[in-house]
């Protein structure tokens, strides 16, 4: 393959994965949080310490992961890592459907409690 063809086909390769997979620019993000009340299932329901105004609170939980998938495993390990070693992520997530309610007006760990799409550690 020559260099002109080898080089059109990674872009084509970049374009395609940037078509084809969610981009985080449109996620919302909390950095430099401590995770607390963590609790699961299939789904995992966490909080952190310092919730921002477009998520509820479902008795303390904020954000949810589906810990059924690949990726929602990948994320649960980070979240206990982090949670074992005191350390502090950093959350990508959809906002709630009902922002600023609790679970007893509104808040429910099935459809309003924010979806976590990436986890990561805090620098």
Known sequence: MNFKKKH???LSI???SLYCFPSQSSAAFLGNVKIQKLYGN???LFGVNHAPNDVCSYFGRH???DA???GGKN???ILLAAHISNKDVDVWYSASSAPNTDETNGCTNGGSIADVISIGFAT
Do not use: V
């Open 63 to 65: 954000f949810k992961l």
């Open 75 to 77: 994320m649960l390990s």
């Open 8 to 10: 059109l086909s990674y």
């Open 42 to 44: 299939t789904s995992i």
């Open 14 to 16: 970049l374009l395609i």
């Open 68 to 70: 059924t998938t690949e």
